[in-house]
């Protein structure tokens, strides 16, 4: 009697340390990381709103941040008509003055953003998905040659319009001496690509929920890229846009205030974050379509919506997983275990025991997910509120097989 006591004890204490080890781990994540917020403005052109633009520029200039502008060079005088000459609209000269004053002073990070940001299938719209090789590579010379002459320094970074490109464009872009490109996610990717990948990721309502799953995740350079363009604002069209600049000028000021977040342009990024490589960009994509969606949402927390997720993040998910089937296979075997030990002492407890604690955690688990907000207090909760019944129902049907075989004899 002495050694079954001595055991069920010693089991009993190894669980509870587990639990604590385990729960010790994951709230020590998010502690001390800075959190790299990344701002893309698109479709800088002649026909872009300067009003905008100033209010954004005199913003970030106080903040002393740099912000990214994706250039369109050139822009087209009349939609409907062919991209020839005449119809080639580059920058006024006011707004290549604007740029390069924002450039010369740090505040603009100048990207070439397309050509003339015109959609050759309006279907899915894209400036190049789709066009030959040798027109994507002229496209993309000449809007770089120009971008070059312009702000006096080397272009080598690159925003698809729409997002949208394909394997012509990363070729191209390879051979002009690109170094990054930066589209939305679910782009193509080759393993071997030598270019650098850095997709938006959210808009500018999402900004706070993004910070707080950076917070929480096991990242160690947590990065979230917001995307804006003029026709966001409720200043430039009160229908299409969204946001007001007070608005965003407070949650620019919001981050500002935060001691943990670090506010960056693309080039800044491709500076500071050690990988941006093809595999994380298509990790992401995966994370996204295939293994969230078999994992409760308290386990990833969207994260990978609004974050640009590192690789490790996988292996995180592993580990969440084989946490939980540790507890649920603890949970199964101690309650069994228990059930084994006095279920054939007594039917009151062993119906008791069995039908109780299935009661029990149907209650526990209706308290849990009634509202769906459930972290890692909940989820071990619940785990063991599974574990428990199912250990005991087992040993339950057991006891009644080895109780009435010898009646039947
Ligand atoms: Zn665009």
């Given at each position: ?11 009993l204490?190894?669980?509870f ?10 709230q ?6 800075q ?10 052109s ?19 941040i740099?912000?990214?502008?994706g250039?369109i060079?050139?822009s ?12 080639l609209?580059q ?13 010369e002073?740090g ?30 590579l ?9 971008l070059?002459s ?52 959210i808009?500018?309502?999402q900004?706070?929920?993004?910070v ?10 947590p ?16 229908e299409?846009?969204?946001?007001t600049?007070?608005?965003f000028?407070d ?5 500002a ?17 050690t ?5 994380r ?20 927390g ?8 590192e ?33 054939p002492?007594?039917?009151f ?42 250990g ?18």
């Amino acid at each position: 009697m002495k050694t079954r006591a001595s055991s069920k004890i010693f089991i009993l204490t190894l669980f509870f340390v587990i639990l604590l080890a385990l729960t010790g781990c994951a709230q020590q994540s998010g502690t001390q990381k800075q959190i790299n917020v990344v701002f893309r403005y698109d479709d800088y052109s002649s026909k872009s709103t300067t009003e905008i633009e100033q209010r954004i520029i005199d913003l970030f200039h106080d903040d002393g941040i740099s912000i990214t502008f994706g250039v369109i060079p050139f822009s087209l005088v009349d939609d409907t008509l062919e991209q020839s000459g005449a119809n080639l609209l580059q920058l006024t000269p006011e707004k290549e003055a604007f740029l390069k004053a924002g450039f010369e002073s740090g505040v603009i990070d100048v990207v070439l953003h397309g050509y003339t940001h015109k959609a050759i299938n309006p279907e899915v719209p894209s400036e190049f998905t789709g066009s030959d090789y040798s027109t994507q590579l002229e496209k993309i010379t000449e809007g770089k040659k120009y971008l070059e002459s312009l702000i006096n320094a080397p272009i080598t970074l690159f925003i698809p319009p729409w997002n949208r490109y394909d394997l012509n464009t990363l070729q191209a872009l390879e051979e002009l001496g690109f170094s990054t490109i930066s589209a939305g996610e679910g782009g193509e990717a080759p393993e071997t690509s030598k270019l650098e990948y850095l997709p938006a990721t959210i808009d500018l309502t999402q900004i706070q929920a993004a910070v707080s799953v950076a917070r929480n995740s096991s990242d160690k350079q947590p990065l979230i890229v917001v995307l804006l363009h003029d026709y966001d604002f409720k200043e430039h069209n009160q229908e299409r846009g969204y946001i007001t600049l007070p608005e965003f000028s407070d949650q620019v000021n919001w981050l500002a205030s935060q001691s943990d977040v670090r506010m960056l342009s693309v080039t800044q990024a491709t500076q500071i974050i050690t990988d941006l490589s093809p595999q994380r960009y298509l990790l992401n994509t995966q994370n996204c379509q295939r293994i969230y969606r078999y994992l409760p949402v308290p386990l990833h927390g969207e994260a990978c919506k609004l974050q640009y997720q590192e690789p490790a993040t996988l292996r995180t998910i592993l580990k969440i997983s084989s946490f939980y089937l540790a507890i649920l296979l603890l949970g199964f075997g101690i309650s069994f275990v228990a059930g084994y030990l006095i279920f054939p002492r007594s039917k009151f407890l062993m119906n008791l025991g069995t039908f109780g604690s299935m009661a029990l955690s149907l209650v526990v688990l209706i308290y849990l997910f009634h509202d769906l907000e459930i972290y890692l207090r909940g989820m071990i909760i619940s785990t063991v509120a599974v574990s428990v019944p199912l250990g005991l129902l087992v040993c339950y049907q057991l006891v009644k097989k080895r109780a009435k075989a010898p009646q039947e004899k």
